[in-house]
């Protein structure tokens, strides 16, 4: 059985290492795994907790700081709820960026 989920936003599919930033905390690294012009899901987050309304900034591999803050997280993986909505030449900058990152992982250029 399927079903249908109904979002506001088109989400990407994405594998960009990112660190999670709260200050007064160490940062986490973690997966950027779906990106939405007002949100993230990240993975790989290890034993770290976060609670809703936590304020943090998701730091990325290729240098762009998106901050917002928890909505959910559990067994590694958090969602955050972008602190504004990215303008889609944003979004595109970061789906690039995971392109290439992506490409050189796997085919060595």
Do not use: F
Request: hydrophobic share 40%; proline share 6%; aromatic share 4%.
């Amino acid at each position: 059985m399927s079903v249908l989920t109904i979002r506001a936003h088109k989400r990407y599919a994405l594998r960009l290492p990112v660190e999670v930033v709260i200050p007064g905390r160490k940062p986490a690294r973690g997966l950027l795994i779906e990106l939405s012009q007002q949100g993230a899901r990240i993975s790989n987050l290890g034993r770290r907790t976060y609670q809703p309304g936590d304020e943090v900034t998701v730091m990325t591999s290729c240098g762009k700081e998106l901050p917002g803050t928890i909505r959910w997280a559990h067994d590694g993986l958090a969602g955050i709820m972008l602190a504004r909505s990215m303008h889609l030449p944003e979004l595109t900058q970061l789906l690039e960026a995971n392109r290439i990152a992506v490409s050189e992982t796997c085919y060595g250029t």
